[in-house]
């Protein structure tokens, strides 16, 4: 049996500032907007890392079931690895969507109950990310669906709980958190591009290739700190605190790091969209 520390380390807490930012950024376009409730927030904050977590489980569960994990290189894989059974990391798959499920239809229940629907989406894309027979991210489409549930849905998500309606600062946060998000992923699939051809994962880095996916990370964080111009408040440049973490993160992408030395690129790029989040979010606050 895994131990604890196994299974917190299969639940890769440092993937967690990708469901913490586009809580703070959207926290801080709604109180821009005079409607900050911070019950709500913690229930946002709940939905987005129950998710965050549950789809680390289940991309465990699915790539391990399937062999891809056979020769991962980075954080430990708990059924790859045999540290735990594949029914155990599903459970704990499901229990962690579960968690999110029940704090998001009381979010929903207090918001607009449409947001169910978006709900059960956004847990249907953490399942099938991997899992089923055809999962969309072994066809390059991982980048697609962070994009949307960890930038769009989540930061407008939490804005629209709070404050009853979005803003174009909203909009240009949720971008910038959906960019900061994929650069996240970018980078892990970059390290993974050897190991992930060879099991047949066709993730976008994959298909590009490691050249041009490193440029593409570049591009992402770039336009994501690009969208700041656009969010109407001059105290969002408290974004750019997290700019040297980001160019640290760029050079070593740029000059070809591979393997187990991309993982500080990845502790850095967190690190970087979480400090961002920080600062737009309290930007955005203190301009309304």
């Known amino acids: 049996m895994a131990s604890a520390g196994q299974w917190l380390e299969g639940a890769r807490p440092r993937t967690l500032p990708a469901a913490i930012s586009p809580v703070l950024a959207g926290t801080g376009a709604a109180a821009a907007l005079d409607g900050f ?13 129950a998710l965050q977590v549950g789809v680390n489980f289940a991309n465990d569960y699915s790539d391990g079931v399937r062999g891809t994990d056979a020769a991962r290189v980075g954080p430990l894989r708990l059924v790859g690895s045999g540290a735990a059974t ?5 459970a704990a798959a499901l229990a962690a969507f579960g968690v999110g499920a029940v704090a998001g239809l009381v979010l929903a229940l207090t918001s607009a109950w ?16 991997t899992g089923g027979p055809r999962p969309y991210g072994y066809r390059g489409l991982g980048e697609v669906s962070v994009f949307c549930f960890f930038g769009l849905v ?10 009853g309606r979005i803003s174009a600062a909203a909009v240009a946060a949720a971008v910038a958190m959906g960019l900061h998000a994929c650069a996240l992923l970018m980078a892990n699939n970059v390290r993974d591009v050897p190991t992930d051809a060879d099991a047949g994962k066709r993730t976008l880095a994959v298909r590009l290739g490691e050249g041009r996916s490193r440029v593409v990370y ?15 408040a001059w105290a969002a440049l408290l974004g750019l605190a997290a700019a040297p973490l980001s160019i640290a993160a760029a050079r070593s992408m740029l000059r070809g790091t591979r393997g187990l030395a991309l993982i500080p690129v990845l502790r850095l ?17 203190l301009s309304g």
């Open 269 to 285: 790029t967190g690190q970087a969209q979480l400090l961002f989040a920080v600062g737009i979010g309290v930007g955005l606050a």
């Open 114 to 129: 449409w947001l169910i629907v978006v709900g059960a989406a956004a847990v249907a894309a953490g399942w099938f990310y």
């Open 86 to 90: 594949p029914p155990a990391v599903r």
């Open 37 to 49: 409730a911070a019950g709500k927030a913690v229930l946002a904050l709940v939905v987005a890392l």
């Open 218 to 232: 570049v591009a992402m964080v770039a336009v994501a700190y690009a969208s700041i111009a656009v969010m109407g």
């Open 154 to 163: 989540a930061v407008l998500g939490t804005t629209y709980t709070q404050a």
